[in-house]
T-cell receptor, first 112, second 113 residues
Framework: KAGVTQTPRYLIKTRGQQVTLSCSPI?????VSWYQQTPGQGLQFLFE???????NKGNFPGRFSGRQFSNSRSEMNVSTLELGDSALYLC???????????FGQGTRLTVV | GQQLNQSPQSMFIQEGEDVSMNCTSS?????WLWYKQDPGEGPVLLIA?????ELTSNGRLTAQFGITRKDSFLNISASIPSDVGIYFC?????????????FGKGTKLSVIP
């Protein structure tokens, strides 16, 4: 059974650009959450989706957005990139929102 | 918002020793999860706990969900070099339509052969 797949693994962008990250959850999982990991702040919650609906959003500016498709795949978008957006972005999938969360390998975003 | 205090921040131990780390919360959680993360990789789920007082093992790892629902600990017995990594606790406060995880800052484990 394939795990959570995140693409791309690595990304380098310039300040002001926008970026889209993709997450394919484990087959059959309908819940997807996104987290930002930085050395200073640790793992911070971004969004939570279940059945194409955003259930909750973390304390991030509106430049951060996401969506979930009918096949449970999810994307997150960051517009007008800032240097501080450099981080490891992690996606987690769960069968149901309140069950175990399994993480992908993450997308390492570097903003220069 | 919820705060998770994870301790210790780092540990240096000899191979073969037992390890203990814990997390405490200012809020009551319904779920505790323990993860291990290697450099450049995503966190890997080690143990999931769903009931207060629950004690669960996974090989040499044992974790417990505190009775107050505000704490959890993880023990690793007879440590080996591949136990090196960062261990995270995560709590979930289910309700109000949100199931987000709140993470501790991690415990960095180093094992000296």
């Amino acid at each position: 059974k394939a795990g959570v797949t995140q693409t791309p693994r690595y990304l380098i962008k310039t300040r002001g650009q926008q970026v889209t990250l993709s997450c394919s959850p484990i087959s059959g999982h309908r819940s997807v959450s996104w987290y930002q990991q930085t050395p200073g702040q640790g793992l911070q919650f971004l969004f939570e989706y279940f059945s194409e609906t955003q259930r909750n959003k973390g304390n991030f500016p509106g430049r951060f957005s996401g969506r979930q498709f009918s096949n449970s795949r999810s994307e997150m978008n960051v517009s007008t990139l800032e240097l501080g957006d450099s981080a490891l972005y992690l996606c987690a999938s769960s069968l149901q929102p309140n069950t175990e969360a399994f993480f992908g390998q993450g997308t390492r975003l570097t903003v220069v | 918002g919820q705060q998770l205090n994870q301790s210790p921040q780092s540990m240096f131990i000899q191979e073969g020793e037992d390890v203990s780390m814990n997390c405490t919360s200012s809020s009551i959680f319904n779920t505790w999860l323990w993860y291990k993360q290697d450099p450049g990789e995503g966190p890997v789920l080690l143990i999931a706990l769903y009931k207060a007082g629950e004690l669960t093992s996974n090989g040499r790892l044992t974790a417990q969900f505190g009775i107050t629902r505000k704490d959890s600990f993880l023990n690793i017995s007879a440590s080996i070099p591949s136990d090196v990594g960062i261990y995270f606790c995560a709590g979930r406060l289910s309700g109000a339509g949100s199931y987000q995880l709140t993470f501790g800052k991690g415990t960095k484990l180093s094992v000296i052969p």
